[in-house]
């Protein structure tokens, strides 16, 4: 049975503009994703909020995942804040599946976010969850919070973004979709 390990973020400290934060919204999606998932055949377990980055990597590399779903909003830097948009989806450099899953759910997501042209699959080393993590693993950044338009994208689009990388799992699990609705 195809498992995956949501790991939606640990960043209270990460605002919104115009309110919530990037671990409350994170943890939306990764709330509404779990029936689509388990609806399809798949097994999750998921990060304990109360805990740290470091607890969560553990929790994962003590698991046999077949994929490791990081879920996260993007900042841009201080000097372009509130000016960026789109979505990255973070691999590892080296990880053929990684690779994978990220275009997968990159391809995927161009279908919802309303600027198909800014969603991106991107390698990195520099991303701790990916370069630490035994299973293939993504760290998508949904869309930037600092940035009004994306926010709001963002709150009001829980369920649709939790569907589609629903989708992007199964699809990366070669198992069908199954809507529990």
Do not use: C
């Not at 690779?99 to 042209?117: G, T």
């Amino acid at each position: 049975m195809p498992s995956v390990f949501l790991s939606p973020s640990l960043q209270e400290f990460n605002s919104y503009v115009g309110g919530g934060n990037e671990e409350y919204y994170m943890n939306l999606v990764a709330d509404e994703m779990i029936p689509y998932l388990t609806a399809s055949g798949i097994t999750v377990v998921r990060n304990d909020i109360e805990r740290n980055l470091r607890y969560a990597i553990d929790q994962s590399n003590a698991g046999n995942y077949g994929l490791h779903l990081a879920l996260h909003s993007n900042a841009a830097p201080e000097n372009l804040s509130g000016r960026l948009m789109g979505t990255d989806v973070y691999y590892y450099t080296t990880s053929t599946n990684g690779k994978r899953a990220a275009e997968i759910i990159a391809n995927n997501f161009k279908e919802i976010y309303p600027y198909p042209e800014r969603v991106r699959a991107v390698p990195t080393t520099q991303l701790v969850e990916l370069r630490q993590t035994r299973a293939p693993a993504v760290l998508i950044e949904v869309a930037y919070h600092d940035n009004e338009e994306d926010a709001m994208w963002i709150r009001n689009n829980i369920q649709t973004i939790a569907r589609n990388l629903s989708i992007s799992v199964a699809d990366y699990f070669g198992v069908p979709f199954v809507d529990p609705n």
